[in-house]
T-cell receptor, first 114, second 114 residues
Framework: AQSVTQLGSHVSVSEGALVLLRCNYSSSVPPYLFWYVQYPNQGLQLLLKYTTGATLVKGINGFEAEFKKSETSFHLTKPSAHMSDAAEYFCDVSEAGANSKLTFGKGITLSVRP | NAGVTQTPKFQVLKTGQSMTLQCAQDMNHNSMYWYRQDPGMGLRLIYYSASEGTTDKGEVPNGYNVSRLNKREFSLRLESAAPSQTSVYFC?????????????FGQGTRLTVV
């Protein structure tokens, strides 16, 4: 069965600094990988996803993530944090050929300091 | 296109009262999920339904029941509410047979049990 590990429950950065949120996955077959964002008092929405093809994936609001099979990682980055990026971020993995259910990491709360 | 609709958005219950949280999706998704979200705990799966007519327990099913009324609707029932069930509840849906597609979430139900 697939699973994800998100390292660190809370990340704090200064406005304009690099954002790096880590996600490692476990999967016995090629995975599909997702990052979701949850703004305060809202549901989750898709930020970006990797299915096949290019391993560097670009999402909304300037975020991107790189699928690294050798490291079983799918870390989320943004070159320059903005105050509006303050939110909770969830990594998810699913597998082809399986009756796969949503398997989220614990989530990472991103704070952005002025 | 409404996506996933949850009702109610807010609810206050007294201990021992019952209530049903409603969820409906209009995307013809076959899988639906109920999660609870508590500070520091991430999203914990309560129940899921892989298809109409089937339901399965998730990580924290005690104190809850579900009903997959039809392909569109998946309800969550608290038979005798307890303060420990104070939480934010989210419904989600996906196409299980297309694991490369993302999940869609409702806006959440904020439940307080006093």
């Amino acid at each position: 069965a697939q699973s994800v590990t998100q390292l660190g429950s809370h990340v704090s950065v200064s406005e304009g600094a690099l954002v790096l949120l880590r996600c490692n996955y476990s999967s016995s077959v090629p995975p599909y990988l997702f990052w979701y964002v949850q703004y305060p008092n809202q549901g989750l929405q898709l930020l970006l996803k990797y299915t096949t093809g290019a391993t560097l994936v670009k999402g909304i609001n300037g975020f991107e993530a790189e699928f690294k099979k050798s490291e079983t990682s799918f870390h989320l980055t943004k070159p320059s944090a903005h105050m509006s990026d303050a939110a909770e971020y969830f990594c998810d993995v699913s597998e082809a050929g399986a009756n796969s259910k949503l398997t989220f990491g614990k989530g990472i709360t991103l704070s952005v300091r002025p | 296109n409404a996506g996933v609709t949850q009702t109610p958005k807010f609810q206050v219950l007294k201990t021992g009262q019952s209530m049903t949280l409603q969820c409906a999706q209009d995307m013809n998704h076959n899988s639906m999920y109920w999660y609870r979200q508590d500070p520091g705990m991430g999203l914990r799966l309560i129940y899921y339904s892989a298809s109409e007519g089937t339901t399965d327990k998730g990580e924290v099913p005690n104190g809850y029941n579900v009903s997959r009324l039809n392909k569109r609707e998946f309800s969550l029932r608290l038979e005798s509410a307890a303060p420990s069930q104070t939480s934010v509840y989210f419904c989600a849906s996906t196409m299980t047979d297309r694991p490369n597609t993302e999940a869609f979430f409702g806006q959440g139900t904020r439940l307080t049990v006093v």
